[in-house]
């Protein structure tokens, strides 16, 4: 049965792919006018610049060749063979390649309005040639993590815990936005200009997400799998989008749309890694505590004073972490976990696994992303300058406006 | 000529129109502008809170003649007036107008 | 074949998950900009109210046992097994789930700009977990209507007759918005917001209607029997695009957009009961009605003085009845009808089933869902206050407008 | 294995259907706020009458009988038969179908703003009924440039170099929107009001294009060949987004959001008639190249001074030939192409072939359209009054605002 | 000093702009607004009769000195008109301007 | 009683709203315009070059009495000063106001 497989991981990358428009979407449509065109250049060349840097690099280290740190064959993929029985490598290559640029685009969105673009060309090249296929290849390329049964099924810490946690790095370098927050420190809003772009950015991300989880089977070789993974892939964001809603109108007085479809998000992040070994009450749950961490951890990114646009960080990182030790916790042997998890008797072992593994991909993501923005800093300046910060990136960086015709404020 | 200058509720603006030409004015030109209130208004954005202190209003602009000033005021403040409040109206003075198409001046062209 | 069946079903309900998507941007574009982001939200959360509701009772009543009224097993999905041998019940499930989350949907644009949100949020739940799961078991689950041969491949009337009946209910028991309709009962324009969010709402919705049609196939055994529902579900919107259009045009003095998008629209509800048992002639003929039916029955509905603000009685329940009832005149049994229909010499008996099972479904939901919204009425009330009306449901119910910068107008 | 290949086929069906929104969105995105709606409708319509017009006369054309210019029989589709063995022909009849509707819509663009709905609605039915239908016979139904041996694998001549001539062809009789160019003679910008549909719409086109390529197989019965092209409709595309971006930053100081999303739908259109038949360092080039031909190619009508809306010719027209001459350079047999290319050593045969055949399909296209444009102007007249230009199509045409709320400049 | 306000086609800005500053004007500010014109326009929305009264105009707004008055109302009439129509210009005294950038006042200031 | 209109640049309109309300002058209305600037810009949009002559800036319309115009004019300009430019301020005489809630007429209803 190759052909079915290979249909599946090709059409379900076809899926992960438009993701990519769903991530422009979503953070167009958080932004002010004024930064519109700019975020979706961003966007677009950051799926080019992975599937080149993919192409070249990233292939190879993540899955070239089985050392424990990182592969080091198959550059331009020449000479790469497929890890799968019957499935040809380009198939292979390309659903790996999409996962590339999603976690490469998550970063956009938090350090939107204010970093140059030349900067986050260089970054997003860095990230998905390189990064990115180091702590993937730890996790699923054969290196010392896979070794370990770490178990991270489609991503909640290789994709989204590492491009949340660049995010946050690329939000605190930054700096806020101006007008973020007051001079003695107390946050302010700056809505984001269009509900609507947001609104259909995640629903295209979640249709998407079918793919990225129930594609991270690599074949349909198990139906049941497959439509386990779509189950709890529906059930934790249904939950979630509710979960977040609930909270944000308990503690801030009304239902607040944009924190529902973060919720959302933060239901799809908390599932990715435990959605083909847990049962659908689990996913229910982690739906449920996904939506409410990502409130919270909005609020708390406020008290730090670190201005993440879209919540990059709390849907992708924080979200990402609880995913991952989730496994841990909610994870069946019987499902097929590595380890038993926590409730179902198999001890502090399995959660242990989980979070050596989240701290090592992570911990490494940090460092090294800190050291990839601060000589990018060092050659060209990460931040634009004041004034072009208040006139808008769209006119400063790329000379046109995202809506032209409109009347509009630039300021607020 | 006088020209009126009224800052209404943007809701109100039917019935403005509505009063205006059951005064038998039907020139005026209007645009949306923001304005302040007595009160700021508290929302929250994604958890932050937001001070917003400036509120959409409806800018009217109605030159009339000198006689009608009285007629006018009465008008839109009829129509201009709802449960939460009712606007400002400041009359400024019109030296000349002309209407274009017909190359009229003065009160003739208003 | 199962691994085939499973596949298709899978990637079918990912397309009708889509929906969702389509109908949110159909509803906020018909909307004003001031109220735009509480239609979405209402569109978000009546997805995850009816993936929650279907997955705790949806499921069981519809699908848990075939009793002729109602099932009463298999609360939680506790212990259910597949209806359809090969196919994991997930799958199944969520086949099933993305319909109930249509159904639901579809009234949130009739009762757009006024409905009150918290109202709205028990009548989503409602909706998805109980009534909808009640008349789908009659037809689909093994109930007293299956029993008759009343015949509904993919849902005219269980999903789209449905929702436009309690769209229909709902927009006449909330009376009009305010200015809709002059002191001495003329109609007045709304106009909504955002065409270029009506039609590609309306492209996505087509895209996934794909996989609402040929999905209900609920296998790939029958290629033959796919091809012909991908086309028809092809021929009848296109022919509809093009009569509503057309019938506008003549009475109207030009092309409306909009009536034609709401025809698409018409045209798919119209052979969603017939597209697996008529000919590609049917369809088009049954098309080219549903076009034109949607633009009368919009008329219509200014005549009786209901505001039903995107059209969704006209476009789910007119056309939804129309196409079940075109079962019964142009179905055919050597294509897989379960009785001749009249122009195949069947005589009047298909068609006489049909229109009883219309009368009951619709029926049923009719009484229902008055009861329901009155309940809601005395507990909640379902209308917003005339002040949240005039300045917005976005900035009175959730504190937060949807096109931030923009300068707009809040009146006409 | 039938089942599995008229599944791919149909879904590839439902990609490519997809598309229809994508090139609205880019078409609505890059005209004026006042004229998006009317090219919305043209595009919504232009699909409903490919659909009408390929079911009665189109396929009969293009597969009804082998002849070496027309099809002569199969007209409504009677007493066809599929021409893929285990293929439904309603399968095969959608696929084709929806490759009409998106040869169409290219000319949408480029005659925008200022071109007559009810000559637009003339020119869809002929260009979709007659035209395509015709040089699709020669390549691909049988016709005698199939038998020369030309290669266009999925359409850069025969879908996108047509509708891209077409596109010529009526943007220069139409001339240029008022004030697009100086009394002088420069050219003058009239930017579009909406990066984020532009955007949105690339990303579409993009998605259903990975239908439009790897659909081409007919089937799924070769899994490496489709890999193949899924990995070639990535890169080259993606690297097309870098050129495209460099070169505008080079040649005017800033990187062009506009010109890169032009630049990706260029590297696909190059790709598409190679797609199967180079490898993928081909594929890099062949994207590198597309890129760069797109900009200079907007630059190059601007010195002709004929007002291409939306670059249909440069992304369509141009990038079309060049891909399709691209086969005689790339084309490897080993790979599957009929001759070998120059660059395996298969001198210049190849690509005479190729070049014959480019010049065949778009000297026939160009012709037959100016005939087509010609004869629609003596009868209705092509373009809308000068008065109906200046307020805009969509109230003049429509009786109606895109935008309604918005406070809109309807003058530059 | 004088304030000319004038109502104008939006589409006819370019023309307006061209004999401001074939008349040496560079200075003015516009801003879209609604204006009322002789007619109603009838439009249909989905099959529903709008009655539009208010229509996209452009108000410009322009101070001159005292002496420019004249040439600013006939530079701006001869790019204003159209074959639909012209539009209107009000004259109204300026007490006082402020160049910010310098602090100048007065006729200097303009 | 005057009416002062300032054109200033969008940025500053924060800026311009904490001196006026330093000043004590709470009640003005803002809309969004454009205005000309000494100097053309070029942008490109796909290769073709675009002039722009016409700028976003913000128009500020504040009544005063006529006591408080100094102040008024000197809040202004202390906010709406940056690196780039300043903008303009116009003085017009008002006749009359209205406070429609009221019906207060004259001074008591700025
Ligand atoms: N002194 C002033 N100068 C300029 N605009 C003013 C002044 N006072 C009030 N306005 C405008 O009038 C609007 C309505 O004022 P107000 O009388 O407070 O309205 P309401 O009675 O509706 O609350 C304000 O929002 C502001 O735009
Ligand atoms: N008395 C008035 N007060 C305020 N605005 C006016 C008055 N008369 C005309 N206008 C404005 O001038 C615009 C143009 O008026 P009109 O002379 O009728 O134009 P046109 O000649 O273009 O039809 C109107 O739309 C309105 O905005
Ligand atoms: N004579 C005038 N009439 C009307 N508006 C003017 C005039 N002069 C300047 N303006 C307005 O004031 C704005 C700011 O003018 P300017 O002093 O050039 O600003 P800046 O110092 O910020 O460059 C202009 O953009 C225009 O809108």
């Known amino acids: 049965m190759n052909a079915i497989d290979t249909l599946w991981i090709l059409l379900c990358a076809f899926l992960v792919f438009f993701m990519q428009a769903g991530f422009g979407m979503v953070e167009a449509g958080l932004v002010r006018t004024k930064n519109a065109g700019n975020v979706l250049m961003k966007n677009v060349i950051d799926f080019s610049f992975a599937a080149i840097g993919y192409f070249i690099f990233g292939y190879a280290i993540m899955y070239g060749s089985d050392e424990p740190l990182v592969g080091t064959a198959g550059w331009f993929m020449f000479g790469v063979e497929s890890p799968l029985e019957g499935v040809p490598v380009e198939a292979f290559w390309l659903f790996q390649a999409v996962f590339a640029g999603a976690s490469a685009t998550i970063v956009a969105g938090a350090v939107a309005e204010r970093m140059k673009f030349s900067a986050y ?12 296929p180091v702590v993937g290849h730890w996790v699923w390329g054969g290196g010392w993590l896979a070794d370990l049964k770490f178990h991270d099924f489609a991503g909640s810490t290789v994709v989204h815990g590492l491009g949340g946690v ?21 946050p302010r809003a700056i809505p984001g200009h269009s509900m609507p772009l947001v609104a259909i950015g995640v629903f295209i991300l979640w249709f998407g997400w079918y793919g990225f989880n ?6 349909f070789s198990d139906p049941e799998l497959v439509a386990r993974i779509a189950l709890n892939t529906t059930l934790a964001p249904a939950v979630a989008a509710f979960s977040a809603m609930s909270v944000s109108w308990m503690r801030y007085g009304k239902p607040d749309l944009s924190l529902a479809l973060n919720g959302v998000l933060g239901g799809l992040v ?36 670190v201005d993440d646009v879209v919540g990059a960080f709390p849907v992708h990182g924080i979200c990402g972490i609880f995913g991952t030790l989730a496994v841990g916790v909610f994870g069946s042997t019987a499902l097929g976990a590595p380890l038993q998890g926590l409730l179902y008797g198999g001890g502090f072992g399995a959660l242990g696994i989980q979070a050596l593994g989240v701290m090592a991909c992570l911990g490494f993501t940090a460092i090294s992303m800190f050291v990839v923005f601060k000589a990018i800093d060092a050659i060209f300046g990460l931040r634009v300058s004041h004034e072009t910060e208040l006139k808008g990136l769209d006119i400063e960086e790329h000379g046109m406006e995202s809506y032209s015709g409109f009347q509009i404020f630039t300021t607020e | 000529m006088k020209m009126i200058i009224a800052y209404i509720r943007q809701e109100q603006l039917p019935a403005v129109k509505e009063s205006l030409s059951g005064a038998e004015m039907f020139h005026f030109t209007v645009m949306p502008v923001l304005g302040t209130a007595p009160r700021a208004e508290q929302r929250t954005f994604r958890g932050v809170e937001q001070k917003v202190t400036l509120f959409k209003r409806m800018r009217l602009e109605l030159v009339v003649k000198d006689s009608d000033v009285e007629n006018a005021i ?27 198409w017909t190359g009229e001046r003065g009160d003739r062209a208003i």
């Open chain 1, 121 to 132: 060309l260089l970054y997003s090249f860095i990230i998905s040639a390189f990064i990115y």
């Open chain 1, 166 to 186: 660049s995010a946050l790095v690329g939000a605190w370098l930054l700096k806020p936005r101006f007008g973020r927050f007051t001079n003695d420190g107390q």
């Open chain 1, 270 to 305: 908390g599932i990715t890694a435990p959605c083909a070994v847990v049962n659908s009450g689990s996913a229910i749950f982690i739906g449920l505590a996904s939506g409410i961490l990502v409130v919270f951890g909005i609020d708390w990114l406020n008290r730090l004073k």
């Open chain 2, 74 to 100: 009465e008008a839109i403040s009829r129509g201009a007036m709802n449960s939460g409040g009712g606007g400002r109206i400041f009359i400024n003075d019109v030296i000349d107008a002309v209407k274009i």
């Open chain 1, 214 to 219: 129930a594609g991270s089977t690599l074949g």
